[in-house]
């Protein structure tokens, strides 16, 4: 998602607005129209996907640790139980985090994306060599997610989406492409 984001302004592709955030701290210097969509880069199938309200909603979605090997809780657990032992065992002092202070601030790149209320549907169009699959995507009610939802259904596609993801496929030159 990040790199897309970065692609697309390369390319000179117009589409909804979105910024892509390598840092918490890049929230505050970005002016930005509430609510809007969060993208978190590891989530997949509408997983990592919210909807915040306010720069600090999007602080707290970059701040979190929420994988299978939660890196924050690790991190504590090595500083506060594993080096004291370590300390004991080997007989020398060992930094402590009031020494040097929290070194490492956890985050994770984020994309914010413009969101669009009241759509039903979208459409993800994926291409290979020259070959186009359509899939029209419906949102359940009560959410704003047509990815991941598993409500799809493979029609025809209006000729325009498919000029259009012809134009993209083209601006980005890439073998193939998942938009």
Known sequence: KGYQELHKRLAGVESIPALYLGHFRDVARQAWDFPCVAKKL??????GVGLVHSNVEVEKAMCSDEVLLRRGFMRRTIGRLIRPIRSVLF?????STNDYGNYFDFFRRIVL???LPNMQ???K???FSEKYYVLKRYVPSG?????GSGLFKFEA???SLLDYA???FEKFDVPFISM
């Open 166 to 168: 012809r134009v993209l």
């Open 125 to 127: 169009v994926l291409i």
């Open 42 to 47: 590891d989530g997949f199938g509408s997983g």
């Open 143 to 147: 959410n704003f997610r047509a990815s």
């Open 157 to 159: 596609a209006p000729d």
């Open 91 to 95: 007989q020398k002092k060992m930094l």
């Open 113 to 115: 994306q413009q969101f």
């Open 121 to 123: 549907y979208d459409y």
